[in-house]
């Protein structure tokens, strides 16, 4: 088994994933850069590399049985268990998202690898998880899914447009952090959902007000909580996050 503490982050070859990694690695950890694209995972682990990281390649489609289970034999075999894990990978789908215009295809897509996906990748890495003396799952959710600030007032809402895919994908994957909070109970895995913020990637065509580097701030402070910390819970910078 090795020595370093081991992460994989699942959409970690650019963006926010990309500045995940970077922070877990800058704590002297082995970070497992997943992603689908090979050109932009090997450039991304180069890169990482280069700033001293101990980074290695992970290929993962979240939405592929056969990709996840590959990756977790990798991982398996490199290291022989896993300390963290962040469920990053996302997408927004297709637009129009107004109810009455949405297609139902987009939804089906937008949950198979925003919520399902987590599902698939996190139950394949268990078994390494449950090896680690410091267990620790973060699912990088957004304040959109939050029900209580989509139902505030006008003036209250700061929760992006009305998405019916995506906004519900994360209300969803909310929701899902709860239940496996519930099933781990009494074991040492902590699990929680972050949100970084109205960050600029090309999930958002770069109209995010924060740097990834900010909303990897979170997953980087849950990845490395301490044993007494909070489970099942959802966070931002600020702190709680109302459901």
Known sequence: ??????????????????????????????????????????????????????????????TDDASVNAAARLIEERA????????????????????????????????????????????????????????????????????????GTAGEQTTGPVAVAYAPSKTFLNAVTLQYARELSGTNILINAGCPGYVATDLNGFRGVRTPEQGAAIAIKLATLPDDGPNGKFFEDAGVVPW
């Open 1 to 62: 088994m090795s020595e370093r503490t081991i992460a994989l982050v699942t959409g970690a070859n650019k963006g926010i994933g990309y500045e995940i990694a970077a922070g877990l690695g800058a704590l002297g950890w082995s970070v497992g850069v997943g992603a689908r694209n090979d050109q932009r995972r090997k450039a991304a682990v180069e890169r990482l590399r280069a700033a001293g990281v101990d980074a290695f390649g992970v290929p993962l489609d979240v």
């Open 80 to 151: 022989g268990r896993l300390d963290a894990l962040v469920n990053n990978s996302a997408i927004t789908g297709d637009w129009p998202q107004e109810p009455t215009r949405v297609d139902p295809a987009t939804i089906r897509t937008v949950v198979e690898t925003n919520v399902i996906g987590v599902i698939r990748v996190t139950n394949a890495m268990l078994p390494m998880l449950r090896r680690s003396a410091s267990p620790r799952i973060v699912n990088m959710s957004s304040s959109v899914g939050s029900l209580t600030r989509q139902s």
